[in-house]
């Protein structure tokens, strides 16, 4: 078995009782890209400050590169950080910010440029050295986090929400910067986000979490395929995976819930479908439409068609799909095998 780089081991974290984090289990295999996902409050940020150690837990033990650093300071954990803030100094220069870190480690001048000329370089900033902050976009100010967190060197990086002050295009073209550099220099995220289309595309693996605890950890297409519970399977992906109740299809009545993903649903002619929907609404997305359909016993169903398609609020349309592509989940909202069972028709 191959030691892991980063080890969580059940640990928690509660403010005056409250919750924090709880169970907190994480297997970190060197160079990987760690996505800690979920949505607002559930305890992202607290895990990566617990990592850093900017927090301390109350129970449980971590450990980086096999050593134990539990109860260590931040400085003594090897890593580097880098913020939704970009925690700049508004008073230095790029340059000066970006070696800040080497000057209070008194590193030496010509050691200094060195590195300083290779991590702009990377990022994109040759050139803009003797700028402030304040005479910066939003994305080159990030790129000087990220150069700061460069200049460190240190084989584990810790982000919380880098491009969250990032509008969407220049969001979308920093994630894969961040990738890129991740691969060139080989070390080891965690990257904490809200979004999944972000955690989706950039991690190695991802690991989900809500209200403190985590729902599922797995590569990108194991919560996308195989969804631990119904909260998986409605946050990962766009759209997410609609729920069925099972009692409206026959043959499934003795499961909770079934999950359908829109590419999985085909449009069918009247009277050899399997459900019979009302078109909802319809979302044009350039290269296909998603047509959302309201059932009574049903949310989120939506089919993908390709191209523009124009259908009316209120129409009829008939769906099909294969029981192969159905996910089901019990009453509790857990993920089940579930056999049909044989039906009148
Ligand atoms: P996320 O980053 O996923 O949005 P956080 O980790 O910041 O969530 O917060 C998780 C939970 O812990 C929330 O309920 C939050 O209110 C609580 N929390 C975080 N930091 C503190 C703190 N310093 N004092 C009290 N409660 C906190
Ligand atoms: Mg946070």
Redesign the pocket.
Known sequence: MTESFVRVDNVA?R??G????EHIDLDIPRGAFVA?L????????????LLSGL?LPDEGSIHIDGREVTLAAPSERNLSMVFQSYALFPHLSVAENVVFGLKVRRVAAAERREKLKRALEITGLLGYEDRKPGELSGGQRQRVALARAIVANQPLCLM??PLSNLDAKLRASVRKDIKKLQLDLGITVVY?T?DQTEAMSMADMVVL?KD?RIQQTGAPEDLYYKPANTFVAEFVGSPPMALIDGSALPGFDGVASIGLRAENVTVVEPGTGRLTCQVSECEFLGSETFIGLSHPSAKGLTVSMPGLKHIPNGETLEITFSDSDLHFFDSAGERTEHKKHATAD
């Open positions: 974290k403010w005056n409250q919750l924090g984090v800690l979920g949505p607002s409050g559930c305890g992202k940020s607290t895990t990566l400050r927090e919380d929400e904490v809200h979490m403190g």
